[in-house]
């Protein structure tokens, strides 16, 4: 696994020119992209595709990053989850761009409950919350992002998000079953 130092390396070496490059770069970040995708589409070739398209857009405008900004992973990131909002607002022009969570068919969502998890109860607890609170849970627990990550691809404070987190897992405490909030914490969908 390559080290920050080198990922910098290789982004330098593609905005120079050198697009053969992003074969390590690809390498490094297409799994946790595609989980990422997968677990707010729910459905594998939505995922495949999103992630096809998240690295294109990325390979495209490698020239725009700039490391000031924030580490190339959560540039990454942002593409992705951009990425899904576009597909979302594509596939549904009328519905709510707030609840790109619920993506997944009803096939889906009843295809992992019959693998035994209890994924509606799940997305029940999680459909309460706002999609801000959502996204950064999903992204602490499920993604396995840092809090400093999720600062770059919100725009909020690293503190903000800690807070957010926690008060929000204080609130699924309080509103949900025991049960329930083991499987939100300790649910994330293996690929």
Known sequence: ???????ASLVQS??????D????IYREFVKPIYGFIYRRTLHRETAEDLTSVTFMKALENIHSYKSSKGAFGAWLYRIARNTITDSYRTSHPTADIENVWDLASDDQT???????????????????LSPEKRDIILMRLWDGLSYKEIAAITGKTESNCKV?????????????????????????FKL
Do not use: N, V, Y
Request: glycine fraction near 4%; proline fraction near 5%.
């Open 110 to 128: 009843e295809t992992l409950t019959e693998h035994g998890m209890a994924f509606d109860q799940i997305q029940e607890a999680l459909q309460k």
């Open 21 to 24: 490059d992003f074969d390590p």
């Open 1 to 7: 696994m390559p080290d920050d130092s080198a990922i």
């Open 164 to 188: 957010i987190f926690c008060r929000t897992l204080e609130r699924l405490r309080a509103e949900t079953s025991l049960a329930t909030l083991l499987l939100i914490l300790l649910t994330p």
């Open 14 to 19: 593609c905005q120079a020119g050198t697009l």
